[in-house]
């Protein structure tokens, strides 16, 4: 476990807000994010933040653009910030992303390698977009991969479980958090 880390991705005010669907996700992703320290493996918190101004949106980008009309993921204002039920402690890393994938705009590959991270385990809001945009990514860069379905959230619960049953299967390792917990848990 030494090599893995935990992707906690776009948990942030704002999003919970829209996301949040009253199932006790949040307190699932905290008991990922205890687990994980308990064994060592390392957690990594990825934002998106935009610079005020938006100088990396561009009018091509639909989601991006929805995303600044919207009024989201302003760098320092209080809805851009990570969720206070899963805040990150000494040691934890942030990494803010410009786009859809934590790899895309960001230095993540950059604090892997320098950790020598191989394998990744991907949470965050939406199912939809930045774990299947960071799945993609990661498959391409050969990480090894395990989805922690129940902590992982979408707004549409149809496309969460498509992707989480049958798609995400065939490149990683899809798992529950309690399930993650015993397999990683110190013997």
Not at 27 to 46: E, F, K, M, P, S
Not at 65 to 76: D, I, P, Q, S, Y
Not at 146 to 158: M, R, S
């Amino acid at each position: 476990m030494a090599n893995s880390a935990l992707l906690v991705m776009d948990v942030q005010r704002d999003v919970v807000a829209i996301a949040d669907d009253g199932s006790g996700y949040l307190q699932r992703l905290r008991r990922a994010i205890d687990g994980a320290r308990a064994a060592g493996i390392t957690v990594i918190y990825v934002v998106l933040g935009l610079r005020p101004g938006d100088p990396e949106v561009s009018p091509r980008n639909r989601v991006m653009t929805n995303v600044v009309r919207a009024g989201l993921f302003t760098e320092g204002a209080p809805g851009t910030e990570i969720h206070d039920d899963i805040a990150p402690r000494q040691g934890d890393v942030v990494v803010t992303k410009r786009r859809g994938s934590a790899f895309s705009g960001s230095d993540l590959d950059l604090v892997l390698r320098a950790r020598n991270i191989d394998s990744l385990v991907l949470t965050g809001i939406a199912t939809s977009a930045v774990v299947l945009s960071t799945l993609w990514h990661a498959i391409d860069l050969d990480f090894d991969l395990t989805v922690l379905a129940d902590a992982c959230l979408d707004t549409d619960p149809e496309v969460h479980r498509m992707l989480t049953e049958k798609l995400f299967p065939q490149w990683a390792d899809v798992l529950a958090v309690d399930d993650w917990i015993k397999a990683i848990a110190p013997q």
